[in-house]
């Protein structure tokens, strides 16, 4: 019972939409009958001409956008702007700080550089201490559960591991951990009013984390030690990053690895008490491509969006150059023209070319490995030692745009 077509002022972008229901069944109607279409939000936003945006939602065309950097450029602002939502020139021009938000050449250079701390065996040395990391995530939720054997699965299994990886990969010591944490929640920026978290905190959390990082580049330079930040400050020179840099890349990662991954590891769980024979079948089989279909399932990154740099055409739609255009992961990982009963939760999906981590250009998720690594450790870890876990209540989801989050999950350990 979809409509034929969607109601004038319908913005998908609009965080009460994404917290009903996702993927949202609009969807469905625009990859039909309009997948490249105009969503005009009518009250404007300062600083751009245009009153809009084109929503691109499409599994062909989401990788055509984001495979055309020469023509759909990342450097105005990749979030997609909301209904009424305002950004100013000064915060374009700290976002491009950023290599989300920067184009080739310069995205070249910085990408090339900090590649070097993802290599397939800089993942793999980090695998031993993350193993024992989830476990001891898993242990502890044992012991903080309640009499009644119930927790909320979210804060005590979701947002631990992430953090701790992204720590570990930098190199941040123990005792520097906690604040780390503190500011790298703080700075997530939700549009959810129970977080109560003003912008000045986030920004006040970012800076905190700049100057961390740049104090621990300074320190790396002066004393290397077998890590990758020492690799990426080496020397200062084209093929370093500079401190600021190294700021700004952790913030990136701060915001990139740890509520996209969070989000996963709730949604895999949140699918598999909602899936039971999927969750036997992963208990014993434990399939290589489970983590896979948890981000396509999950899509915890609902949308990006670029700028056309030239007039162009795009699924029969002229686009112009400046005009802002979103391309929306949720709705290609759901598109039938490319998966078998797309709605079906199937942790033996193969082939899975879903575009949870980016539609392969040069922006394609630089934390993938990781991120599989992270949510193949944490239900590992959970199947060994939760084996009965079941649901106590619905998920309760988070208010935001772009973040298909949860943000409370209540489960219980089964004992009778
Ligand atoms: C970029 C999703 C985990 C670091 C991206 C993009 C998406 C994404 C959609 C944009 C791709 C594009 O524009 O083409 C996810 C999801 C994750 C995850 C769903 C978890 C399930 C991580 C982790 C890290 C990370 C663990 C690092 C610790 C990055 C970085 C970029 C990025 C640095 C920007 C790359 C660039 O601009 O060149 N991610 N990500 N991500 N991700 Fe992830």
Redesign the pocket.
Known sequence: SLPAALPEGFDLTDPDLLQARVPLPEFAVLRRTAPVWWCAQPRGISGFDDEGYWAVTRHADVRYV?THPELFS?HTN?AILRFNETISRDQIDVQKLI??N?DPPE?TRV?QI?QRGFTPRAVRSLEGALRERARSIVRTALAHAGDDGSFDFVTEIAVEL?LQ??AE?IGVPQQDRAKIFDWSNKMAAYDDPEYAITEEVGTEAAMEIVSYAMNLAAARKECPAHDIVSQLVAAEDEGNLAGDEFGFFVI??AV??NE??RN?ISHGMHAFLTHPEQWELYKRERPRTTAEEI?RWA???VS?QRTATRDLELGGRKIRAGDRVGIF?SSANHDPEVFDHPERFDITRDPNPHL?????????????S??VL??DLIFNAIADSLPGLRPAGDPRRLRAAWLNGIKELQVTLGRE
Do not use: D, N, Q
């Not at 539609?359 to 934390?367: D, R, Y």
């Open positions: 984001s990342s990749t290599m989300l920067m995205h990408r900090v992430p990886a992204i990969l990136l990662l990139a690895g996209t991954t996963a981000v899509t915890p990154v990006f992961y949870g981590f980016g539609g392969g250009g040069p922006h394609f998720c630089l934390g993938k990781l991120a992270e949510i």
